[in-house]
């Protein structure tokens, strides 16, 4: 099946530094997905990224689809940034709906 | 609901019993998924249901494992003489289908079985 890694795996950050998280997959995909989980558990849409470039406040992704990757930027982070980001990849499901491979995260924590 | 809801939201079993863990789903939505996440690990597809049927079961790891939808709304997943390698938290999550759904996640039943 597909791949897909994160990197890097854990990362501290002081409140107000950027960060770049990065996602790479190993096949070609519908649609590409970024999810924050935070410490308690709940998992939150952050963007559908398939191609180009988003931006949501301090949040922005770009997903290059012809070589196989996705960047989520964190500008200014904040301590309720904290928490794990997975990127997910999509693909169609036989009979509809879609199946969503995920990363194994990157865990983030931002100090004050 | 206003939102998915998990019932338990923890479950304590010992090994070799059956547990049942529930999910209802946001009002109106016909897709339903469930994923499992092991500690420190990403999310494991399980099964995906449109509707009352669930074209998708690959990702069921035995036959141990079952799950169900009734009246296309609140599902249901089995695990039969669980085992420690079963302890996981299980989320469920529920949609519109279409290529740019969404996925609604529930807050998820941690399963630990001793």
């Known amino acids: 099946g597909i791949q897909v890694e994160q990197s890097p795996p854990d990362l501290i950050l002081q409140e107000g530094a950027n960060s770049t998280l990065r996602c790479n997959f190993s096949?070609?995909?519908?649609?590409l997905q970024w999810f924050h989980q935070n410490p308690w558990g709940q998992l939150i849409n952050l963007f559908y990224?398939?191609?180009g470039t988003k931006q949501n406040g301090r949040l922005s992704a770009t997903t290059v689809a012809t070589e196989r990757y996705s960047l989520l930027y964190i500008s200014s982070s904040q301590t309720t940034d904290s928490g794990v980001y997975f990127c997910?990849?999509?693909?169609?499901?036989?009979?509809?709906?879609?199946?969503?491979?995920f990363g194994t995260g990157t865990q983030l924590k931002v100090e004050l | 609901g206003a939102g998915v809801s998990q019932s338990p939201s923890n479950k304590v079993t010992e090994k070799g019993k059956d547990v049942e863990l529930r999910c209802d789903p946001i009002?109106?939505?016909?897709?339903l998924y469930w994923y499992r996440q092991s500690l420190g690990q990403g999310l494991e597809f399980l099964i995906y249901?449109?509707?009352?049927?669930?074209?998708?079961k690959s990702g069921l790891p035995s036959d141990r494992f079952s799950a169900e939808r009734t009246g296309g709304s609140v599902s249901t997943l089995t695990i039969q003489r669980t085992q420690q390698e079963d302890s996981a938290v299980y989320l469920c999550?529920?949609?519109?289908?279409?290529?740019?759904?969404?996925?609604?996640f529930g807050s998820g039943t941690q399963l630990s079985v001793l």
């Open positions: 096949d070609s995909v519908n649609n």
């Open positions: 999550a529920s949609s519109f289908p279409g290529l740019n759904e969404k996925l609604f």
């Open positions: 249901f449109q509707g009352n049927s669930a074209p998708d």
């Open positions: 997910a990849v999509v693909r169609v499901l036989t009979g509809g709906g879609n199946k969503l491979t």
């Open positions: 990224i398939p191609s």
């Open positions: 009002s109106g939505h016909t897709a």
